[in-house]
């Protein structure tokens, strides 16, 4: 029903920055808040940053200050905003679509993204 499509992964210096775009397609209408999630080798999965409808956004403590999650294009484009990388930064990124507008916890998320590598080194 929803289609999401990632771009903007890649190698980054340290202290570097990337931009990571979201692109939602289908039956967007069902779409509440999205976010951003990543999962590093060897660990689970955690919410990066999350955007409800009408702009409330909530960051990890790890991302707080250092990223930015925006939300434009009718609502279905959805861009992370990397900057200060450091190695942990280092993971597979998921966007992800939920139904409702809590969307912290991965459970809540409907539709995921196919998933794009960040690596970060010097």
């Known amino acids: 029903q929803v289609r999401l499509v990632e771009s903007g992964g890649g190698l980054v210096q340290i202290g570097g920055s990337l931009s990571l775009s979201c692109v939602a397609s289908?039956?967007?209408?069902?779409?509440?808040?999205m976010g951003w999630y990543r999962q590093a080798a060897e660990k689970q999965r955690e919410a990066v940053a999350t955007?409800?409808?009408?702009?409330?956004?909530n960051y990890s403590d790890s991302a707080k200050g250092r990223f930015t999650i925006s939300r434009h294009s009718g609502q279905t484009t959805v861009t992370l905003q990397m900057n200060s990388l450091k190695p942990e930064d280092t993971a597979v990124y998921y966007c992800?679509?939920?139904?409702?507008?809590?969307?912290?916890?991965?459970?809540?998320?409907?539709?995921w993204g196919q998933g794009t590598h960040v690596t970060v080194s010097s």
């Open positions: 992800g679509a939920s139904l409702f507008r809590s969307a912290w916890a991965g459970s809540n998320v409907a539709f």
């Open positions: 289908g039956n967007t209408g069902m779409i509440q808040t």
């Open positions: 955007i409800t409808p009408g702009g409330f956004t």
